[in-house]
């Protein structure tokens, strides 16, 4: 099991704690790139017949805002030992991701259960919301993700 340099445990975290992730400009060109290869409607891949749509103009795919928001997730705004390894999601798009959007992420741990029947893990349940530079959230993602316990000494056996 590869393990993140300074990545937390279960141990490590608390109910209430946030992380705050870097930021990343979104282009049209991305938007469009995305679009045409997973979500080709012309709301997503043609800026001026964007225009005549429910968004008024080119909107980035659900899909895309939620493929940053992981990207940004990877490291800081979620720093696992192990890596952020998922069990379940929801996810909302309150406002469209635009050409220009600078994006990040302020994830908070709503939940953390440890594990009854697996004492080296528990489920950690996160509230990340994506926020773009004028302050407002374009996605709001409620995961809930596997974390290891911090592992125990050679020889030593775990107490639950």
């Given at each position: 099991m590869d393990i993140l340099p300074g990545g937390l445990y279960l141990e490590d975290?608390?109910?209430g704690q946030t992380f705050t992730t870097g930021s990343?400009?979104?282009?049209?060109?991305?938007?469009?790139?995305?679009?045409?290869?997973?979500?080709?409607?012309?709301?997503?891949?043609?800026?001026?017949a964007?225009?005549?749509?429910?968004?008024?103009?080119?909107?980035?795919?659900?899909?895309?805002?939620?493929?940053?928001?992981?990207?940004?997730?990877?490291?800081?705004?979620?720093?696992?030992?192990?890596?952020l390894i998922g069990a379940g999601a929801q996810l909302e798009w309150p406002r469209p991701t635009r050409p220009g959007d600078v994006l990040h992420v302020r994830t908070e741990i709503v939940k953390i259960a440890p594990s009854r029947s697996r004492p080296d893990r528990g489920m950690v349940t996160l509230r990340s919301e994506t926020i773009n530079q004028r302050g407002e959230v374009v996605q709001v993602l409620?995961?809930?993700?596997?974390?290891?316990?911090?592992?125990?000494?050679?020889?030593?056996?775990?107490k639950t």
């Open positions: 975290l608390q109910e990343m400009e979104v282009d049209a060109a991305q938007i469009v790139a995305f679009a045409s290869a997973f979500d080709p409607q012309p709301f997503h891949t043609d800026a001026e964007a225009k005549h749509t429910f968004f008024g103009g080119l909107a980035a795919s659900g899909w895309h805002t939620a493929a940053l928001t992981m990207r940004l997730l990877v490291g800081k705004g979620a720093p696992f030992a192990v890596g409620t995961s809930t993700a596997v974390v290891t316990r911090r592992p125990a000494p050679a020889g030593e056996l775990r």
